[in-house]
């Protein structure tokens, strides 16, 4: 069963939420190679929203390293994230 990750970021300032939205649409897929699929979403302003599918619990582990060195980043106001079981994927 796929595993997904939804992280809302709050960046200091709308500017660094576009730099971190357009590093994140550039680097992603390399940064997070076992990852099933990657959504970015720029909300209003400063918040970032990124939702991660994975095939399983060990290839989100996987991912933790690239996922921590993001995290770290020092115009981060706040940062929540919300784990679960995917229940539906469609596209058309």
Not at 3 to 22: E, G, P
Not at 36 to 52: H, P, R, Y
Request: charged share 15%; no cysteine.
């Amino acid at each position: 069963m796929s595993i997904v990750r939804i992280t809302t970021v709050v960046f200091k300032s709308q500017q660094v939420a576009d730099t971190m939205a357009q590093s994140y649409q550039s680097n992603a897929v390399n940064d997070f190679p076992t990852a099933d699929q990657l959504i970015s979403i720029q909300s209003e302003g400063n918040t970032l929203i990124a939702v991660s599918i994975y095939g399983s619990q060990q290839a989100m582990d996987d991912a933790d390293a690239a996922r921590d060195k993001r995290m770290a980043n020092p115009d981060i106001i706040s940062m929540t994230a919300v784990v679960g079981t995917v229940g539906l994927n469609h596209t058309n």
